[in-house]
């Protein structure tokens, strides 16, 4: 099993950051694909950002020159740095891995439980 915790979320005036931590631990032989999501009340959920184990990044239309998405692979965590934020930015943000745990084993997804982010002045 592995376990997702998020961290740094909140309230935040437009134009103003914030940055967001997603830490794993568990089981975790590899991690193959790293992501953050959104979702806003009475919307499905959306890709923010999207980094793979080669480095390749992704990211939504509208959070392109503001959002970054990086990883810290010794400590198995995935920061997504918020510039320049827009009240259309609140949402519940959940961090999204795909891990290996055992190797010939296929990859497992794993969700963290959600954290808010609100911009507003």
């Known amino acids: 099993q592995v376990q997702l915790v998020e961290s740094g979320g909140g309230l935040v005036q437009p134009g103003g950051s914030l940055r967001l931590s997603c830490a794993a631990s568990?089981?975790?032989?590899?991690?193959?694909?790293m992501g953050w999501y959104r979702q806003a009340p009475g919307k499905q959920r959306e890709l923010v950002a999207g980094l793979t184990s080669g480095g390749s990044t992704n990211y939504a239309d509208s959070v392109k020159g503001r959002f970054t998405i990086s990883r810290e692979n010794a400590k198995n965590t995935v920061d997504l740095q918020m510039n320049s934020l827009k009240p259309e930015d609140t949402a519940v943000y959940y961090c999204?891995?795909?891990?290996?745990?055992?190797?010939?084993?296929?990859?497992?997804?794993?969700w963290g439980q959600g954290t808010q982010v609100t911009v507003s002045s």
């Open positions: 568990g089981s975790i032989l590899r991690i193959n694909v």
């Open positions: 999204y891995l795909s891990v290996v745990s055992t190797e010939f084993r296929p990859p497992r997804d794993y």
